[in-house]
């Protein structure tokens, strides 16, 4: 399985504009610049379509392994707190929170701990933040 995602950048770092796409057209010309990056111009960024991808990742990876315990979730709400930090040589990402809430009716709290803890460590976006800490806040409703 192969997914595609594109990007175009035009002019320089600090004036430039760029675009981001999917090969769905869930984004289209998705516009994205250094004010919309590092600063508060309207657009999307890179770091926040990760938070948005890791989130989602992670949601499917808790419901799965909810699944295993023959639980399953009335909803799973995950945001992902993506940080970037300058670094030598440029910018790293490296802090990525999760916070999740969720409401799985005949979970205990220490079940939901534990499958939560599993799914943050199975979910093949984390996978991909080796270098990052990642970590998890999570709350059964």
């Known amino acids: 399985m192969i997914r595609t995602g594109s990007a175009e950048w035009n002019g320089g770092i600090l004036d430039g504009k760029g675009t981001v796409s999917t090969e769905t057209g869930t984004l289209s010309n998705a516009p994205y610049s250094f004010t919309s990056r590092f600063e508060e111009g309207k657009g999307t960024n890179p770091e926040e379509l990760l ?5 989602g990742c992670f949601s499917m990876a808790l419901s799965g392994v909810l699944s295993g ?37 005949g979970a205990t709290a220490e079940q939901f701990a534990e499958c939560a803890a599993t799914a943050k460590a199975g979910c093949p976006v984390s996978k991909l933040f080796t270098g990052a800490e990642i970590t998890l806040d999570a709350k059964l409703a």
């Open 69 to 105: 315990h023959k639980l399953v979730a009335d909803y799973i709400r995950t945001s992902a707190a993506v940080s970037v930090v300058k670094v030598e040589g440029g910018f790293a990402i490296d802090k990525i929170h999760l916070t999740v809430e969720a409401s799985i009716p």
């Open 51 to 55: 938070g948005a991808a890791h989130a």
